[in-house]
């Protein structure tokens, strides 16, 4: 995840780039650092780095990272005659290279011929069996072709061995949730909020799998998460607050029978929804009128 | 005691600043050759596996209390069940870990030289200072010492007279072993093979097989009380948008 002066950072850097002002190599280098996805502009900068010899020979050995973030930039872009020149003047450099072999695999991906990439990555994994990264690309593979289920299960054999990698729980978790299999998403959302337990996001996504899940038990908990969603981000969340307001009237609708009224949080409810009034006001005031009448239709 | 004596400028010259350069020197030497025999270990299925398992039940140790009684007692159990729970290990294979890690051909050659390429030139530069740079006083510590230090520093000095504070060469060789760390990290980059000091300890803690982590975590995991903590979540959300709205 990347932090907001983190981001900050790279936006101004952007603008500074975009606007003719240089410092295309910082900004290539935090793309670099921070995993974002910029795929056109890493293209555009970088190729123009590596096409000018001079500013290739200021980079010294960084000229090689260069080349291997333009190839997989171009193979985001598909400019894949780019991208092959990039392979070639890396294997040339480095013949045996597993890194290049990767690359050689992607590319084959990126045209389409599954079976090729397949095997590919299955000679690069007798080599290491423990490459996460190659592993990582079968299940992208699978999932690319549409076959999810393939994709599910060597997203689960990989957890077997690497389970304290968080983001393969939040692609399952993404996946499972596409094929409405919500316990399964629940139990990938609980690995996320013990990995990482002051990120809002993993909180409110758990707790819409648990709202959509329903029953009164997972209403009440869905309703817990949403609060604290609320609380680490200080009340801006407008989903959070959404969240609240539907599940109280959720569980009033589900125990209407039953005069189980939870003390907690009676106040909980007015309270949001006289939040989101607010932030409507600010953000979006001719909406208004359609919130005000969500609302009390759901108070009823 | 407290006269004191004027150091030839000479011992500066010809004592303290071609032994400093002499470590970097051999330091940046042994960074290279380290780096040529630079064996790639093909990392093991196993201990990689347990590694993480590691982590995720250090995670679920410490983030217990967000999520449900419920799921944390399934994964309680999934972790520390006797019959196949992630963390347990059964008696016998306990020591079996560390006699396979003193076995494994290739560890053992990995470990060996390692120990070597810090041992060899430790030696031979100790040998070395004490041979041509004893018997005479090198340098003075700026602060007090007591007499205890005296035969730890001023080894080839055979006068008790002379201050503790006026130490011979080989404190200086001693010095610059643990002093010259950081800047070799600065010239060498991070993780470079002349850090020694951590060797040092890495080596002092090696019994630890991963077994024995296992059954501490599986025990840490056993005592763990799980206390939810969202229910107080929602008293806090009240009150922070209470603050918002006034």
Excluded at chain 1, 75 to 89: A, F, N
Excluded at chain 2, 79 to 104: C, I
Excluded at chain 2, 110 to 129: C, H, R, Y
Aim: glycine fraction near 6%; include cysteine.
């Amino acid at each position: 995840m990347v932090s907001k002066t983190e981001e900050t950072q790279l936006n101004r850097l952007e603008n500074q780039v975009d606007n003719g002002g240089g410092g295309a190599w910082d900004y290539l280098c935090l793309v670099r650092k921070l995993k974002v996805r910029r795929s056109e502009k890493v293209f555009k900068y970088g190729l123009s780095i590596l096409n000018d010899p001079k500013k290739r020979s200021a980079l010294g050995p960084e000229e090689w990272t260069l080349y291997e973030q333009v190839a997989i930039a171009a193979m985001d872009c598909q400019c894949l005659d780019v991208t092959k020149d990039c392979i070639k003047v890396l294997q040339k450099k480095f013949p045996e290279s597993k890194r290049v072999g990767r690359l050689n695999g992607m590319l084959l991906e990126a045209k389409g011929s599954w079976a090729e990439a397949e095997k590919a990555y299955s000679s690069l994994l007798e080599d290491n069996s423990l490459d996460q990264v190659i592993h990582k690309r079968r299940v992208a593979m699978a999932k690319a072709q549409g076959n999810i289920s393939k994709a599910i299960e060597l997203l689960n054999k990989y957890l077997e061995i690497f389970m304290a990698d968080h983001d393969a729980w939040r692609e399952l978790a993404d996946i499972y949730v596409s094929l409405q299999m919500y316990k399964q998403a629940a139990f990938c959302y609980e690995e996320l909020i013990l990995s990482q337990p002051t990120v809002p996001l993993y909180h409110l996504a758990y707790a819409d799998v648990l709202y959509t899940l329903g029953g009164l038990e997972n209403l009440q908990t869905a309703k817990k998460y949403y609060a604290s969603t609320i609380d680490l981000t200080g009340g801006k969340n407008t989903r959070a607050l959404f969240g609240i307001c539907l599940c109280t009237s959720a569980i009033a609708q589900v125990s209407k029978g039953r005069n189980k009224e939870d003390k907690e949080s009676p106040e909980l409810q007015s309270l949001a929804a006289t939040a989101l009034e607010k932030d409507y006001k600010q953000r979006a005031a001719d909406k208004l009128g359609l919130l005000t009448s969500a609302l009390r239709s759901l108070k009823i | 005691m407290a006269e004191d004596l004027v150091l030839d400028t000479a011992i500066r010259d010809w004592v303290l600043i071609p032994l400093s350069v002499v470590m970097v020197l051999i330091g940046i030497l042994r960074y290279f050759v380290s780096k040529l025999m630079l064996s790639s270990q093909v990392p093991d299925p196993k201990i990689v596996k347990e590694g993480q398992v590691i982590v995720r039940a250090r995670n679920l140790r410490a983030a217990a209390n967000f999520i449900p009684p419920k799921s944390f007692r399934s994964r309680r159990v999934y972790f520390s069940n006797e019959e196949n729970g992630l963390l347990f290990v059964p008696k016998g294979q306990a020591q079996n870990a560390q006699a396979q890690m003193f076995s494994d051909p290739n560890m053992a050659m990995d470990m060996m030289k390692k120990n070597l390429s810090m041992i060899i030139p430790q030696t031979l530069t100790f040998a070395w200072v004490n041979f041509f740079f004893s018997g005479f006083v090198a340098a003075k510590i700026p602060f007090p010492l007591t007499q205890r230090f005296r035969s730890m520093l001023q080894n080839g000095i055979d006068l008790s007279s002379v201050d503790v504070s006026y130490v011979s060469s080989r404190s200086w060789y001693f010095l610059n072993l643990f002093g010259l760390r950081g800047l070799f990290s600065l010239i060498l980059g991070e993780e470079n093979a002349t850090d020694d000091t951590q060797r040092m300890m890495q080596m002092s803690g090696f019994g630890f097989g991963p077994s024995k982590s296992l059954g501490a975590e599986k025990d840490g995991l056993d005592i763990v009380q799980h206390e939810w903590a969202l229910p107080k979540f929602e008293h806090r959300a009240e009150a922070v948008l209470k603050k918002l709205i006034r």
